[in-house]
């Protein structure tokens, strides 16, 4: 009888070795680049301008199409102001602080998770109570009714009123476009960190209407959430762009003729750190008379 020889094993598939595909990394790249691009609302050709790579090859690289270099992906990365690491579908490196409390969740049991949860929040909170004085912050995309109702809350108040996109005017010397158009949007960011830590440092009862952006920077919106009570003011996003061309402005959409996708892929991209805020209040179908009602109500608690 002849001598049968094993079969040689077909090499193992992603799938079997929990590796994704060469296709299904770049699809993903794409992805992480695309909500990066929408949570900062940014434009393909901005980022093209800022990265130095061509608007061509950012497409590539959004469709999935595009093989980036490390390069190429650093440049990106730096044009939006963020750590490489969150373009790539792998985790990035960690604080080592981050390691030592992943370890030690490690050796817990899962039944003991829910309580250790329960202390660090409470931990926050006792920590957050006393930072944040007595501000309030609104946050949510151009549009909602952030400035309007943010004048009108403090007048009702007697506090004062800051728009913080107006306190970066003052310290760069310009307006908000041409800071960006000369600096680029990373500029832009320094600037609105600055002015927020000075509105804070200055300020123990404020109402502050944010750029719709400020999400776009952790370290930033990190900060407001901690040393502000925060809002986040809402609408559907047919009444946020009908209300942004009633102001006979465009941004962050302008020259761009798929508005409402983006706008639309703005709003997801964003709504999970829109939702980190402490409470929502959406304006959809009312005047700024009929919302401001309701967003003291929401306050009142803060203002004692």
Not at 191 to 198: I, P, R, V
Not at 224 to 243: D, N
């Amino acid at each position: 009888m002849p001598e049968t020889r094993p079969k040689k094993r077909d090499k193992a598939s992603p799938a079997e070795t929990g590796l994704a595909s060469s296709e299904e990394f770049s699809a993903e790249v794409g992805a992480l680049v695309r909500r990066g691009r929408a949570r900062r609302g940014i434009t393909r050709r901005q980022l093209a301008s800022d990265s130095g790579i061509s608007e061509r090859y950012l497409a590539q690289i959004e469709s999935g199409q595009g093989n980036p270099s490390i390069i190429v992906l650093k440049a990106v990365a730096l044009a939006m102001d963020m750590p490489m690491t969150e373009l790539l579908p792998i985790n990035g490196k960690r604080h080592e602080a981050f390691h030592r409390i992943n370890e030690l969740l490690g050796r817990l049991s899962t039944a003991e998770l829910p309580s250790v949860a329960q202390m660090i929040e409470q931990r926050i909170r006792e920590s957050a109570a006393s930072e944040r004085s007595r501000r309030i912050a609104l946050v949510g995309l151009r549009g909602a009714g952030k400035t309007t109702l943010g004048q009108m809350l403090a007048k009702r108040l007697g506090w004062p009123f800051v728009e913080l996109n107006r306190v970066v005017e003052q310290e760069y010397g310009a307006s908000v476009s041409m800071l960006i158009e000369m600096s680029g949007v990373t500029a832009f960011r320094r600037y609105e960190q600055a002015s927020l830590e000075k509105v804070i440092a200055e300020n123990d009862k404020v109402v502050i209407a944010t750029a719709g952006g400020i999400v776009a920077n952790p370290e930033t919106y990190a900060l407001l959430l901690r040393r502000a009570h925060t809002v986040w003011v809402q609408a559907q996003p047919q009444e946020h762009m009908s209300r942004v061309m009633a102001q006979g402005d465009f941004r962050p959409m302008a020259e761009n003729r798929a508005a409402m996708a983006d706008l639309l892929a703005i709003l997801d991209a964003r709504k999970a750190d829109y939702a980190q805020a402490e409470a929502q209040l959406d304006t959809s179908g009312e005047k700024v008379e009929q919302s401001l009602p309701r967003l003291l109500k929401l306050v009142q608690g803060w203002t004692k």
